[in-house]
């Protein structure tokens, strides 16, 4: 049942990026759907075989974040908000728990990579049909995303995408050539979905991983890098009258001057009555799951980062660093391309936790458990992830031109 149980994993992770466009009533989304059948699969094969991955420091770290999240119900303000919230943290921990049972090669981990790449496809593909259909999520410059999902996390989701995309793309891992194609591909899909969204700090961690794009075109002899870039640049030449006339693509023109003049969108009033609310109460938070009742715009934080000082204090702020620090020095520990990756990749997300609540969010604990897993994974076997391409062959890590 463990492969099943693997595939059904791989589903999940596939769906992750659009779950909002399909939601199941009395379940949630797509996502929820999919992970509650693995989850449930899971706990039948452990119980069959009465054998689960012993777990390592990552897991037991977070274990602990997530217990001290339920523990938080009892200080707060409203315990049945709190209460709520705790279903979602330990649906978080139940997410970690399996794919670190479950994904405990490099070939796991790449295939997940893979399969959320193919999911932000999809979710680029649910914002174009709302655009078609003139169904903005916001009206006020025209912002579009795939279902009810908000174009902020929208944009996040495919910024993430592009470093892992590039990653693909330019690694030799035996993939076939349509796959190198569709990664490579993934670039111009990626700046259509942020100009739909036109979420600013999303073309901020887009950067960021198109320059992790662009050190891996070094690796290739310049014929390679080449067609690469000529590739590339006409997709995006080709895309440019779709977007140019988009409200949405027109704000993210504004980046500069909301980043230097404005306030982030209302985010810095936020942020600073959020931390009023960390200095009364420092230590132990004021209960997961209650930001907005520490603010008078009523909204969540926006800041992973201040979420969870203000929500469960210096404790929880502790426990959480520890978790980042770990996943850190996991990608540290790894060889030149693979540390590169990882490091974007943990870049791109905190640019997002910065302006987003990611903290719970599927995404977050998809990726920092992948992170840790391809590295103890590549440790036991003595060897990077992926393997540095011979120079010989090293025109063969993108499509060849027919």
């Not at 009364?280 to 715009?297: D, I």
């Not at 693979?338 to 990749?345: A, E, K, N, Q, S």
């Not at 987003?356 to 992170?371: A, D, G, Q, S």
């Amino acid at each position: 049942m463990a492969p099943l149980t693997r595939l059904l994993c791989l589903v999940f992770v596939f769906t992750t990026p659009w779950e909002g466009v399909i939601r199941i009533p009395g379940i949630g989304t797509i996502a929820t759907a999919v992970g509650i059948a693995a989850a449930a699969l899971w706990a039948t094969t452990v119980s069959v075989s009465g054998r689960v991955r012993r777990p390592g420091p990552f897991v037991v770290a977070v274990a602990a974040f997530v217990a001290w999240n339920g523990a938080s119900v009892l200080w707060s303000a409203d315990p049945g908000r709190s209460l709520a919230h705790v279903y979602t943290w330990a649906q978080s921990f139940v997410l970690v728990l399996i794919l670190w049972d479950l994904f405990r090669s490099r070939a796991d981990v790449l295939a997940a990579l893979q399969a959320y790449v193919l999911g932000a496809y999809v979710a680029v593909g649910g914002a174009l049909v709302n655009l078609r259909s003139g169904d903005p999520f916001y009206t006020h410059y025209q912002r579009f995303s795939p279902g009810d999902v908000n174009p902020d996390g929208f944009g996040f989701v495919v910024a993430l995408g592009i470093p892992v995309a590039c990653y693909l793309a330019g690694a030799r891992v035996g993939r076939g050539r349509a796959l190198r194609w569709i990664n490579l591909g993934y670039v111009p899909a990626a700046f259509l979905g942020i100009a739909l969204s036109g979420t600013r700090t999303a073309a901020v961690g887009a950067v960021v991983g198109l320059a992790f794009g662009l050190a891996a075109l070094t690796r290739l002899r310049l014929s390679a890098r080449v067609v690469a870039l000529v590739v590339l640049a006409t997709a995006v030449y080709l895309l440019l009258p779709v977007v140019q006339p988009l409200r949405s693509f027109e704000r993210l023109g504004t980046t500069g001057s909301e980043l230097t003049r404005g306030d982030l969108n209302g985010r810095l009033e936020q942020w600073r009555q959020g931390l009023v609310a960390f200095a009364e109460h420092p230590v132990a938070g004021v209960g997961t799951n209650m930001y907005r009742s520490v603010n008078t715009l009523g909204k969540v934080g926006h800041n992973s980062f201040l979420s969870v000082l203000v929500e469960v204090g210096l404790v929880g702020g502790i426990l959480f660093g520890g978790i980042l620090a770990i996943a850190v020095a996991h990608a540290l520990a790894r060889e030149r391309w693979d540390r590169g990756f990882w490091l974007t990749v943990l870049g791109v997300w905190a640019i997002g936790a910065s302006t987003l609540t990611w903290e719970y969010r599927k995404t977050t604990w998809v990726f920092l458990t992948l992170l840790v897993v391809d590295a103890v994974a590549a440790a036991r076997q003595g060897s990077a992830a992926l393997e540095e391409v011979p120079e010989e062959d090293e025109e063969e890590a993108l499509p060849a031109i027919a």
